[in-house]
């Protein structure tokens, strides 16, 4: 059974510039959640998705946007990077919250963003 | 808001000496989850515990024990007879049901490294 898959492992981005992050949940999980962990912080909550929309979103400005599909994939998309996006970026999937059922987060190993 | 303070930034200790990370967390809700999750140099999350607010039964789990205090809102993880392996960053969450989807908050995390 395959764990959260995200890819690329690491990238280098120029200032300004686009990028987008994938992640496979793990098999039978519906939600989507991105987090942005800087060096030496825990992560801090980016967006969650499920059945294709956005359902929470944290303190991240808009230039941070993601997409679910109807495979429960999901993508992360950062526009005009800046130097602080630079941070480990980690993709965690789990079933939607149904009364106590609360699965928890299966965690991706990350995408490792140089932004230079 | 919730949120989960982990006061101890770095630890150090010497191999087979028993460590305690501290965990302290705040919320206004009465169904939560408190988790821990260790994240190695490799930077993946692994998954160590999940305790629900309902439960506060301590749980051992071979060198690896947690102790949960509704009164002092802590979830303390001990190491008994610590290893190298056990050098890590530890992370204590809290998950709460937020607008019906789960939200997870994340402490800084404790280094803890261990010394042969």
């Known amino acids: 059974d395959a764990g959260v898959t995200q890819s690329p492992t690491h990238l280098i981005k120029t200032r300004g510039q686009q990028v987008t992050l994938r992640c496979s949940p793990k098999?039978?999980?519906?939600?989507v959640s991105w987090y942005q962990q800087a060096l030496g912080q825990g992560p801090q909550f980016i967006f969650q998705y499920y059945e294709e929309e956005e359902r929470q979103r944290g303190n991240f400005p808009d230039r941070f946007s993601g997409h679910q599909f109807p495979n429960y994939s999901s993508e992360l998309n950062v526009n005009a990077l800046l130097l602080g996006d630079s941070a480990l970026y980690l993709c965690?999937?789990?079933?939607?919250?149904?009364?106590?059922?609360?699965?928890?987060?299966?965690f991706g190993s990350g995408t490792r963003l140089t932004v230079v | 808001a919730q949120k989960v303070t982990q006061a101890q930034t770095e630890i150090s200790v010497v191999e087979k000496e028993d460590v305690t990370l501290d965990c302290v967390y705040e919320t206004r809700d009465t169904t939560y989850y408190l988790f821990w999750y260790k994240q190695p140099p490799s930077g993946e999350l692994v998954f160590l515990i999940r305790r629900n607010s309902f439960d506060e039964q301590n749980e051992i789990s071979g060198r690896y024990s947690w102790n949960f205090q509704k009164s002092t809102s802590s979830f303390n993880f001990t190491i008994t007879a610590s290893q190298v392996v056990d050098s890590a960053v530890y992370f204590c969450a809290l998950s709460e049901r937020s607008g019906g989807y789960q939200k997870v908050t994340f402490g800084i995390g404790t280094k803890l490294q261990v010394i042969p």
């Open positions: 098999s039978g999980h519906d939600t």
């Open positions: 965690a999937s789990s079933s939607l919250w149904t009364g106590q059922a609360n699965y928890g987060y299966t």
